[in-house]
């Protein structure tokens, strides 16, 4: 049936053989070392065998084993039993001795000194398999001349120098970037991890509370291209404040550099309670002030229908600068435009919402408030002239 991985590992180390895609719908998860239809099972995740202390599963079903030993090379076997079919992964384990690494014969490369040795993980052992040893035997747009050819590779699949590694691996120089976006639909959280400038590409883990997200059951779909990965997830297990950690690691490198992304519920802020006269403009603004990932916001007319939602035209206009969204109502009316809008902002971790409220009066007569001070004020001189004459009526025969 052939082995879809080859893992590297080296003697008295620990190695993780990845049980992958994995379906929810998985009852049970069993590990063989050899034939699974010529040797019994290795390890299962509902039956209990034997015990060794070097095996155990990691999140039901990904097998772990420490003390590594020459012994445990092999191949290995995870199936998959749903209820109508058996799904296989083939996992061949290649144990190198700690003291010494065969290497392979290679053609000049143009070295005038082997570079110094390069202590590799068994996960860095592993990752340099996927990527360089995949692309030697074929796969890769690499000139042929910079590459170990193919036979050499697969003959002596723990065959790695120094020379190889130092022509074919370039290691990233900065370190992962962290972000988190909306899916396309609006209900799901995205988790991207992003660690360019590398080859082989690196390899990026997910990881929640110290657990991979990778088997995880709110895990809705997981993609890598290059290097970036995502994580895409049900927004049903999300909590403010839940912190997702992203690990990555590569052939060359000795330490897992991380980055973190802290999602949050949005926040909303408007400014104070706004007047329109009848017939004029006025544009009432909300702003979100923090929300990871980035909040979508919406207005609606008010409580009584919450959810029917305020759509551009007509009279309404809505603008959206980045985290600031503005309606503008034109021409007020005072029977239909008054009252409180609710401001909507929402993500996959929840949604939030503000009350903005708005009066509309009726302008004032500015022509009869004008004519009332000039009446008013005739007849204040006309009654202070009649006082004045009816008191001292010299003055007219003056």
Not at 46 to 57: A, G, H
Not at 226 to 234: F, G, K, P, R
């Amino acid at each position: 049936a052939g082995t879809d991985e080859v893992v590297f590992g080296q003697v008295g180390g620990s190695i993780v053989l990845l049980c992958r895609n994995v379906s929810k719908e998985a009852t049970e998860v069993v590990w063989f070392q050899g034939d699974p239809r010529s040797f019994p099972p290795l390890f299962s995740s509902r039956v209990s065998f034997p015990p060794d202390v070097r095996f155990s599963l990691v999140d039901n079903s990904s097998l772990s084993i420490t003390g590594l030993r020459v012994q445990d090379e092999g191949n290995y076997t995870c199936r998959e039993v749903l209820n109508r079919t058996d799904h296989e992964h083939r996992v061949q384990l290649v144990v190198a001795s700690k003291s010494f690494i065969p290497t392979a014969e290679l053609p000049p490369l143009g070295f005038p000194h082997p570079p110094a040795h390069l202590a590799l993980s068994p996960e860095s052992l592993w990752l340099l398999n996927q990527h360089v040893h995949g692309s030697v035997c074929g796969r890769s747009s690499w000139d042929r001349a910079r590459t170990v050819p193919c036979s050499q590779m697969v003959a002596h699949p723990g065959s790695i120098s120094d020379h190889v590694l130092s022509s074919l691996t370039d290691p990233p120089q900065a370190t992962p970037k962290c972000w988190a976006e909306t899916s396309s639909s609006g209900l799901m959280l995205q988790l991207f991890c992003s660690w360019p400038g590398g080859y082989p590409h690196p390899t990026l883990h997910w990881r929640e509370e110290g657990q991979d997200l990778e088997n995880s059951s709110w895990v809705i779909s997981s993609t890598s291209s290059s290097d970036t990965h995502v994580e895409t997830l049900n927004s049903s297990h999300l909590s403010h404040r839940k912190v997702f950690k992203c690990v990555g690691s590569h052939v060359v490198k000795q330490e897992q550099p991380a980055c973190t992304v802290e999602i949050k519920l949005p926040s909303l802020e408007s400014e104070p309670p706004q007047i329109c006269f009848v017939g004029d403009n006025v544009t009432l603004t909300c702003r979100v002030t923090e929300s990871t990932p980035a909040a979508r916001l919406s207005w609606l007319r008010d409580i009584t229908q919450p959810e029917v939602e305020i759509q551009p035209g007509g009279r309404f206009l809505i603008a959206q600068e980045g985290n600031v969204s503005r309606l503008t109502i034109q021409n007020c009316s005072q029977g239909t435009d008054g009252g409180c809008y609710v401001c909507k902002a929402q993500n996959p971790v929840g949604l939030r919402e503000l009350f903005v409220c708005l009066t509309v009066k009726q302008p004032v007569n500015i022509v009869g408030v004008v004519g009332a001070m000039v009446v008013l004020s005739l007849l204040a001189v006309l009654t202070i002239t009649g006082v004045v004459l009816y008191y001292n009526p010299l003055l007219c025969l003056r």
